[in-house]
């Protein structure tokens, strides 16, 4: 009989110490932990159980944290420097990796020991998913991420969400521990960022006559509303949500676009333009044909000058550029942009891209900042020092990174997620684009494909982008990332211990918390995930 006992204690012991993160119902975490030990029993979280910090560094993370459980529980716990039993306890000590740490769960209570504030808060994010109505399951769970660049992509240039729903967007970032928020900010259909030297750029440039209605047809006809449409963020908005964004330790990285896509600069100031002008702000969607002069000084000027606002809000040591469908019809019948190209000695206007990328990244190298830009910014050549944001596929990113450039992966049909997300969009979406893009297609991606071991160190990780054409307010914007973002956290997290049938399972601890929070998403995905 003791040897029987003895057998079934060692298997029991080996289970424990070798299960995967999957391999217990009780645990359920997204991203997926770098390693978990199961152990009997839960810990009762009640509305006496405190928080225990141990560093004051520590009481921003706990209070969001807090808040989090209250929208689960119904109760807020107390936050305290004072030790008590029967607690959550945050550490910080020394040896961990930034975003490193470890959670330990008991029946007497849980600690949860870091290096920095910032992984405290992972870990928090990780405790959050495990609350259940029996308590929080015993475990030790050591956990830090494959890539340091986890980014999400929102643009309010198409349409303008208010301050508060850019919170509310920050907040799904920080509950899927996405690190870096990308904001863009100005396009053809509206400048978002106010720049008190150049008044017009949010008196003009951020207003436009009307918006289409339904999705936008090349060969037309497009119906609009009528109705002018317009917003933009005062500079201490922007200080306001960057502040925000740095108490869940997310990075706020900027997107001032160039040369193209500045129709609505081009109108506040036509100067700006090849032609002069006249310009309007575009109601429609598409790629203009109208774009910075690149051979005139004062528009290099003007976005200096721009940009010296825009450093002054964003403290983010990279800049994002855009870079991207910049036609060159302009420039080939501009007179100053071609004798641009032969002062310079340019081969052609591919080239000429590359002097403005590489004359603007200069500029801000000379302040500390290194620019980002989509891949277009390789036509022409590109110094390596440029990080590339892989947009058009994988395949612009593979040469960026065997190149030596710095490389984020963001290929369309793994990350765009204005796509719609059933292959039947008319049963089951809002207005969206057409192109399908799955959960289990977000799942698929591996930024490090194709590459040999020597370049992965340059792809930097992976980032969601979700353009908004057809997305005019955050309950759209909810509904089209969620549960995708899930699945885009988890390459970025946990790319080298992927399993997609297992993140099914895992899923529904953060559905879970989506209820909790009121978040519009898509809950036919949790009934079938495609």
């Known amino acids: 009989m003791k040897r029987i006992l003895s057998t079934l204690l060692a298997a029991w012991i080996y289970a424990c110490c070798t299960a995967a993160p999957g391999g217990d119902m009780r645990i359920a975490v997204v991203p997926r932990p770098t390693s978990v030990i199961e152990a009997p029993g839960t810990f009762r979280l009640t509305a006496r159980t405190p928080i225990v910090i141990c560093d004051e560094q520590l009481r921003r993370p706990a209070e969001i944290f807090a808040d989090a459980i209250a929208a689960l529980t119904g109760f807020v716990p107390t936050i305290t420097t004072v030790n008590a039993p029967a607690a959550i306890v945050l550490h910080l000590t020394p040896g961990y990796k930034p975003e490193e740490y470890r959670l330990v769960a008991t029946r007497k209570g849980v600690d949860l020991t870091a290096s920095t504030p910032q992984a405290i808060l992972h870990g928090l994010r990780t405790l959050q998913q495990l609350v259940g109505a029996q308590g929080i399951p015993a475990c030790t769970i050591e956990d830090r991420p494959c890539f340091a660049y986890r980014g999400a992509m929102l643009d309010v240039s198409r349409h303008f969400f208010p301050v508060e729903e850019v919170k509310t967007y920050i907040d799904l970032l920080s509950l899927h521990k996405i690190n870096r928020f990308h904001w863009h900010l100005t396009d053809d259909q509206g400048w978002r960022i106010e720049i008190r030297s150049y008044p017009q750029l949010t008196a003009v440039g951020s207003r436009r006559a009307q918006t289409l209605v339904g999705r936008y047809s090349s060969k037309g006809p497009n119906q609009y509303d009528g109705i002018p449409y317009g917003g933009y963020y005062t500079q201490d908005d922007i200080r306001e949500i960057v502040r925000y964004a740095a108490e869940r330790h997310i990075e706020v990285i900027p997107e001032i676009e160039m040369p193209g896509h500045g129709l609505a600069a081009l109108t506040s100031y036509p100067w700006l333009g090849c032609t002069g002008g006249p310009y309007e702000v575009w109601t429609r969607w598409g790629i203009s044909d109208d774009v910075y ?81 989509w891949d277009e910014i390789l036509q022409g050549g590109i110094s390596k020092s440029a990080t590339i944001m892989s947009w058009n596929g994988q395949a612009p990113g593979i040469k960026a990174a065997r190149l030596g450039n710095p490389v984020i992966m963001t290929p369309k049909w793994y990350c765009y997620f204005d796509y719609s997300q059933t292959s039947d969009p008319a049963r089951y979406e809002p207005l969206s ?98």
């Open 433 to 530: 684009n057409t192109r399908y893009l799955s959960v289990r297609q977000v799942y698929r991606l591996d930024p490090l494909d194709q590459l040999a071991q020597p370049h992965w160190q340059q792809i930097l990780g992976v980032q969601c982008n979700l353009w908004t054409e057809y997305i005019g307010d955050i309950g759209h914007a909810q509904h089209m990332v969620l549960p995708r973002m899930a699945a885009l956290s988890e390459v970025g997290w946990a790319n080298d211990r992927k399993e997609y049938n297992d993140f099914v399972r895992r899923l529904h601890s953060l559905r879970r918390i989506y209820e909790a929070e009121g978040y519009r998403y898509a809950p036919y995905l949790f009934e079938s995930i495609e």
């Open 293 to 373: 002069c690149a051979g005139k000084e004062t528009t290099f000027r003007f976005i200096e000058e721009v940009l010296t606002e825009v450093l002054e809000l964003f403290p983010s040591k990279l800049i994002h550029i855009g870079g991207d469908e910049c036609p060159k019809k302009r420039w080939k019948s501009c007179p100053l942009c071609q004798q641009r190209i032969r002062e310079e000695g340019l081969k052609d206007e591919h080239e000429l891209q590359s002097y403005f990328v590489r004359r603007i990244e200069k500029w801000l190298q000379a302040r500390g900042r290194e620019i980002i830009g």
